[in-house]
Nanobody
Framework: QIRLVESGGGSVQPGGSLRLSCAASGFSVVYHAMGWFRQAPGKEREVVSCIRSIDNYEVYADSVKGRFTISRDRNNNTVWLQMNSLKPEDTAVYYC?????????????????WGQGTQVTVRS
């Protein structure tokens, strides 16, 4: 059974950093596209980042480029999202996602699997 479990959310001041983790089970994160979405209160869910399985090519939303970094680890079967220089507008529930077999384009449209989400709050 495929499962994604996020952790690492919390409250931080503007300019601070957080590292989100996504522990996967039931499949290997290195062989499939993995990504992060977020949803802020009153807003639609949006793609934050995706990492491709073939060559580890990374995709980022314009709003987080240069501040967020996605990565993954084979041994721990975990995906991370390092978030630096956080802004109040980054406040949202962050979701780990997986796309089995079709890559980042498909993940960004409609991932196959979702985690339960972790809250990130950025405020003074």
């Amino acid at each position: 059974q495929i499962r994604l479990v996020e952790s690492g959310g919390g409250s931080v001041q503007p300019g601070g950093s957080l590292r989100l983790s996504c522990a996967a089970s039931g499949f290997s994160v290195v062989y499939h596209a993995m990504g992060w979405f977020r949803q802020a209160p009153g807003k639609e869910r949006e793609v934050v980042s995706c990492i491709r399985s073939i060559d580890n090519y990374e995709v980022y939303a314009d709003s987080v480029k240069g501040r967020f970094t996605i990565s993954r680890d084979r041994n721990n079967n975990t995906v991370w999202l390092q978030m630096n220089s956080l802004k109040p507008e980054d406040t949202a529930v962050y979701y780990c996602t997986a796309e089995i077999g079709r890559g980042c384009n498909a993940l960004m449209e409609a991932p196959d699997y979702w985690g339960q989400g972790t809250q990130v709050t950025v405020r003074s």
